[in-house]
């Protein structure tokens, strides 16, 4: 294990854990407002300030993080499940098949993904679980490719020629025997995804298309702070802060992940 | 090579129609239709022009007839009008293309500028402090979000050190302005945003050209210029250099769709009257003919940024043209 795998994961862990232990990190909710204590500096009973309708920015954060991470690790899960599908039918049939599922990726390549998001999103309407949903099934098409590439390499192999001897089934093969051996792309894959789903999760927020008030996102919070730049700078610094610090370190652990998994990148580095 | 482009641009007609497919399913996802989801949420529409829609889009025919007239209107590039001010939506997207394409095509430069010159120096000065603090540097860029970047600098440029403009393309005393003076006033305002976009997108190519240098300098002909004694700078800077930019090339068309597809986030903060805002806005207002024209241009955008990849590495690069 090399120490971008640490950092990385130790980062992440600890964002989750906080974001399940919010109740416990602190004694405020996210929703109570007290107007008399709005927009106060950081101080120690507030450690983040308060915003527009005197609620606790370190709570809303706390909280804000269990919404961000659960979008992320959800719409990472849809996607990864559509890629590993369509990636691995595609590259253990090939042919026609793999032409009609490529040929859907080159499609879904050209639509910038961000502007499909927002198409989707304004035809669905804005909510936690459309955000979900719709940042999963637009962001599949890298996984699928990567996953293709794997299991044409991987199929070759004499293993999998054995595997068809013996007469197990197609299904059995793609998951059983070949899926095994390419799980570390797929491990890589998702740990990028998840910070790319909060990213986009977090910047759709910002714009009001994403999690709806009340409740908390890092982006929507992010929202409320933008109108106040010139007075309560803590709004707007905090929320970002940890839209950055949770992105690094899934970054991180990502490419920590991919140096592990790629004998011929760590070879180079040395 | 005339034969190349030509198989390449058949190429595009099957994605073109699959984009159409797209686009066209995903107006018709909203239950009712959207004429119907406009008609309650948009007090602006009169039953008048919802009649006028209904025709101009058919909604009363069969889905399979709608589709083909939606797609002989998409091939004469009418797109309808805007719902809010009854204008032709492709005047809509074709004023804003400008500003749009300005942006992402400096941005784009500055990003190959400095994504090639810090991924070259990176690959000589392998593993020294240099190469891991560019490494650092990138990735903090890649890592941190486009718009709250945007905040913080505004924050400082407008509220503690008010020397660079934060919003907008120009100046409001722009039209009294004389043309070098409106450049400059251009620029100026460029500085911020392309400052940002280049700073997320410079790990992708940084890393990009570094792996690639150091793959060249590792190969026969690089051992082959050492053996025959020519001088190292020579080696690097024409034989490696050269050898290593070739796959570049098709990096340019591909980043193109992140740029513009991350431009509605960020020419919202800027307030920068591009495509991007122009989608948000409408968004944000319901106004579908003009989402649908701002999605259709943005891949077509993206289309032809693929395609000039292609077609610039085929010529570079001999190997491409023949397969």
Known sequence: MNKMIMTGAIAAVLLILSAIAAPLLTSYDYKTQDISIRLSSPDTKHIFGTDELGRDVFSRMLYGARISMTVGIIAVLISALIGIL????????????????????????????????????????PS?????????????????????????????????????????RKRTIIFKHIMPNILGPIFVYMTFGISGAILTESGLSFLGLGVQPPYPSWGNILTAGKDYIHTAWWMVFYPGLAIFIAVFSYNILGEGLRDYFNPRLKKENK | ???????????????????????????????????????????????????????????????????????????????????????????????????????????????????????????????????????????????????????????????????LPVSGITS??????????????????????????????????????????????????????YAKGLPENKIIYKNALKNSLLPVITLLGLSLPGLIGGSFIFETIFAWPGMGRLAYESAMTFDYPVIMGTVTMAAFLTLLGNLIADISYALVDPRIRYK
């Open chain 1, 86 to 125: 369509l990636g691995s039918v595609a590259g253990y049939f090939g042919g026609l098949i793999d032409n009609i599922i490529m040929r859907f990726v080159d499609i879904m390549l050209t639509i910038p993904t961000l502007f499909l998001i927002l198409m989707l999103i304004v035809f669905l309407g």
């Open chain 1, 128 to 168: 936690i679980i459309n955000v979900m949903i719709i940042i999963g099934l637009t962001s599949w098409t890298d996984i699928a490719r990567l996953i293709r590439a794997e299991v044409m390499s991987v199929k070759k192999l004499a293993y999998v020629d054995a595997a068809k001897l013996i007469g197990l």
């Open chain 2, 1 to 163: 090579m005339k034969q190349y482009i030509l198989k390449r641009l058949l190429l595009i007609i099957p994605v073109l129609i699959g984009i159409t497919i797209i686009t066209f399913s995903i107006i018709h996802l909203t239950p009712g239709g959207f004429v119907r989801t406009n008609m309650e949420m948009n007090v602006k529409v009169s039953p008048d022009s919802m009649e006028r829609l209904k025709v101009l889009y058919g909604l009363d025919k069969p889905l399979y007839e709608q589709y083909f007239k939606w797609v002989w209107r998409f091939i004469r590039f009418d797109f309808g009008e805007s719902f809010i001010d009854n204008r032709p939506v492709l005047d809509k997207v074709l004023e804003r293309l400008p500003a749009t394409l300005l942006l992402n095509l400096v941005s784009l430069a500055v990003i190959f500028f400095l994504g090639i010159i810090i991924g070259v120096t990176s690959a000589l000065k392998r593993n020294t402090f240099y190469d891991r603090f560019m490494t650092l540097f990138t990735f903090v860029g890649y890592s941190v979000p486009t718009f709250w970047l945007a905040l913080i600098l505004m924050m400082l440029f407008a509220v503690i050190w008010p020397i």
């Open chain 2, 172 to 225: 409001f005393n722009f039209d009294v302005m004389s043309l070098g003076e409106q450049v400059a006033d251009v620029i100026w305002h460029l500085i911020l945003p392309v400052f940002i976009t280049a700073f997320g997108g410079l790990a992708y190519i940084s890393r990009y050209v570094k792996s690639s240098m150091i793959e060249s300098l590792t190969q026969q002909y690089t051992i082959a210029a």
